[in-house]
């Protein structure tokens, strides 16, 4: 079984589940830490195991470009290029495409693209994204979707949902020849789209689920819609997916919004945020977030977090991290990452605990309000 | 006793010895990773325990300048600051000083200059320096003196070695009432100028030597002058320098560099040639030179070197590597930095267990062809 839904929360839709691949299991609610080049940046595989991460993400439009397809083949995959050996999703590399706006082209079979690296035109169609994702060797996969951007009209909606329900529905059609390359299976995943508009996301939810997918992903939020918005359709969306099947918000987010989607019965996260604002200088903590780089932490000798058992909490003061930004030092880039990738899964590990324990709700409320604050420098010694 | 000679190779000046430090023992020949700004760029110092390193440099020019002394003593000294709990060097802050040409004066009592970092106007005296790594505390300490540039003519390197005398004279003296901030003990070495005259060289070690140092640096070379020029000056100073005592070569360098200066009765080294050439996508392995980059290393599933034993070369390959270059990837130039610091380590550890075994020269010359080598690409898989 691909998927076991173990437990819904008493008062909430949070769920607790376990999803298992032949990489290993994955608990859920997960927090995927987003591999976009074949490395997490700044960290290495021991790093991410020892911060807790069950599962990693890459970018299919990104490897896809750099170093190719192909060459990952060759390596055996994706798992064994970056040595990463435990489960592992890749994206469609759709959203990367309709985000170069200027430079792609859609119509009925696929999009036609520029590279960002150095112009070449490129086409990617439901067909060649799978077959990318099948030379990577991701244990789950996503169709080719269409991201619709912010705000869309109606009838730009209607029409780029119907485009991609039916290239879902291609994928799910060729995926029943798909080929395992390298002994595992892949799962494939089908998106929800419908921009802002309820009726168009309920009809694309249905039509996926006629299709039946092993998990569903909501796709087309997070991309500049006000946060209550992006709450109330992740919640709308979740009513029409199967309660058997795991649900991934892609994309998603700060803290309190990977509380408040798991509220409303989300499974799987990803997003850039822990990794590039830890790089900015910005950490996550359960007290609230730091930007390391000011001033109020020059003399400050705690760690970022003292209840934190990540390496860097239990090693490095605030001072030395500021200092490290300061003088442009990369280990102050990684020692955050560090951080912020063991909160984020922290975070997802206590939701688990909580929904089990039917305390999900005021956990919830509780942590929020620290999480959302902002930490103050202490110039006393721990 | 702070260091121990246990062995001369049969047949050169190379020797096996034991430094004894409050933070631990080193054995020598040794190298130390530079640790500029209070990190060896990119790794963590589990990574440099990891790699065998047994202590490392802090530039005491930048850490004055950033994030400056008094704040590394409120934290505790300069192993607190960065959490490296081994022994740990400092320089006198002298050659970065001369090396800002436009930027300073010298006068009889010391040298005036202007920050890199703001333009501000400091004075670094024989005194001063002393202070400054009082304050960061590290095991071992540099007088300050004036590196002579190449060329020089014989009049200005004996002027400047004339004052670096006098003010290692007084530094001698004011180490008689030194104190240690943090209960651990700080040994002071003399360093021998003299540029490229082999009489100013000899008055030079003779004068430190009356001065009865714990150990005695080899500064002024590396500077430009030709190899054959330095090892044999290297060698000539090396005579006049007490076989109770440990040497240091400052600033050097490739590992052909190192072999031919162990070989000359050289016991301590730092260069930032691992890190800075690793950042560039160079390592160096037991078969010689590689540049990641290479388009030839493309398809090479080996690792950088099969006979290592480093993280880099136990998990990742040749053709990862190229990628993460290729990428602009941070976990490129951390893995490149472990694998070059392992190998500089592993290269003077086997230095000391053929000096030990009298197979020192025949060892060295077999060594030498290799490290002086290129490392072509092979395409099959390991």
């Not at 500049?224 to 709308?236: A, H, V």
Request: aromatic share 10%; hydrophobic share 35%; charged share 25%.
């Amino acid at each position: 079984m691909f998927f076991k839904h173990i437990h819904t929360d008493k008062s909430t839709k949070a769920r607790a589940g376990l999803i298992q691949t032949d990489h290993g299991a994955i608990e859920t609610p997960i927090f995927m830490p987003v591999g976009t080049q074949a490395t997490v940046k700044t960290l290495s595989p021991d790093e991410l195991t020892a911060a807790q991460a069950q599962i990693i993400l890459g970018n299919t439009y990104h490897l896809y470009m750099r170093p190719g397809a192909d060459l990952i083949e060759e390596f055996g995959g994706l798992h064994r290029f970056m040595n990463w050996n435990k489960p592992m999703l890749t994206d469609s590399g759709g959203y990367q495409v309709f985000s170069l706006k200027e430079l792609r082209k859609i119509d009925p079979k696929g999009v036609t693209f520029h590279s960002h690296l150095d112009g070449s035109k490129h086409y990617f169609t439901p067909a060649s994204v799978l077959a990318v994702q099948q030379k990577l060797g991701s244990d789950i996969m996503m169709v080719l979707d269409e991201c619709a951007p912010y705000p869309s009209n109606r009838e730009y909606a209607q029409a780029s949902n119907q485009l991609t329900v039916e290239w879902a529905r291609e994928a799910r059609e060729l995926y029943e020849s798909h080929e395992f390359l390298y002994g595992h299976k892949q799962f494939l995943f089908g998106i929800v789209q419908g921009s802002t508009f309820k009726d168009i996301r309920e009809q694309s939810a249905k039509e996926l689920v006629k299709l039946d997918f092993p998990g569903y992903s909501i796709g087309g939020l997070a991309v500049g819609e006000p946060k209550e918005e992006m709450y109330e359709l992740t919640d709308f969306c979740t009513d029409f997916l199967p309660a058997e099947k795991p649900r991934y918000l892609m994309g998603v987010g700060m803290p309190e919004d990977i509380l408040e989607s798991i509220a409303r019965g989300v499974d799987m996260f990803d997003c850039v945020i822990p990794t590039r604002n830890a790089r900015n200088g910005t950490v996550f903590t359960s007290k609230g977030k730091m930007v390391l780089k000011a001033a109020k932490f020059k003399h400050d000798q705690n760690p970022i977090d003292s209840d934190c058992t990540c390496y860097t909490c239990k090693n490095f003061t605030r001072g030395y991290l500021r200092h490290l930004y300061n003088a442009n030092e990369i280990l102050g880039l990684r020692l955050a990452t560090i951080h912020n990738i063991h909160f984020y899964l922290w975070l997802v590990t206590e939701a688990r605990k909580h929904i089990l324990d039917n305390t999900f709700a005021t956990w919830k409320e509780e942590i929020l309000e620290q999480v959302t604050s902002t930490v103050e420098s202490s110039n006393t010694k721990p």
